[in-house]
């Protein structure tokens, strides 16, 4: 059960970095940059990486 918590700890942990860096980056520069658009989808990926890696160890936990 550890290792669930850990990974839910993980999610939530990068979706408020996230968060953080979204409101960041449109306080540093309001019009739109291609370059804070890659800062964003970088800071989204995170997240995603940290959902599957969560889904595949619940996975391994519960299946098998």
């Excluded at 019009?31 to 989204?44: G, H, N, P, R, V």
Aim: aromatic share 10%; net charge negative; proline share 2%.
């Amino acid at each position: 059960w550890i290792a669930i918590f850990i990974v839910i700890a993980l999610v939530f942990i990068t979706e408020i970095l996230n968060s953080g860096i979204e409101r960041l980056c449109d306080i540093v520069r309001p019009e739109y940059s291609q370059t804070i658009k890659e800062i964003k989808d970088l800071a989204a990926g995170a997240v995603l990486v940290s959902s599957v890696l969560a889904v595949i160890i619940g996975t391994l936990i519960f299946i098998f």
